[in-house]
């Protein structure tokens, strides 16, 4: 028998997607899935790493969207490579 959520989580580890956690009392929680199991997930974020119960868990999805803000951030020195110089 096929296990849908650990196929899907097994993918995004994997191949290092980057997904947001949608927790039951309105918290998000977005970074990299490290490690999960049959009770929980570990997200390691910029400067944390949450193990975070599955029962807590209302949505999970994986950012495909290069330009999303929160899945890409863009650091406000790095320049686009065809940009002009700053002076």
Do not use: W
């Amino acid at each position: 028998m096929i296990n849908t959520q650990d196929t899907f989580l097994g993918a995004a580890m994997r191949n290092q997607k980057h997904v947001i956690l949608y927790l039951l009392p309105d918290v998000k929680i977005s970074g990299k899935l490290r490690l999960f199991d049959d009770y929980s997930l570990v997200i390691e974020t910029e400067k944390l790493i949450h193990l975070v119960p599955k029962h807590a868990i209302a949505t999970v999805l994986i950012c495909r969207d290069r330009k999303c803000p929160d899945c890409f951030p863009q650091d406000e020195f790095r320049q686009p490579i065809d940009a002009p110089p700053v002076e």
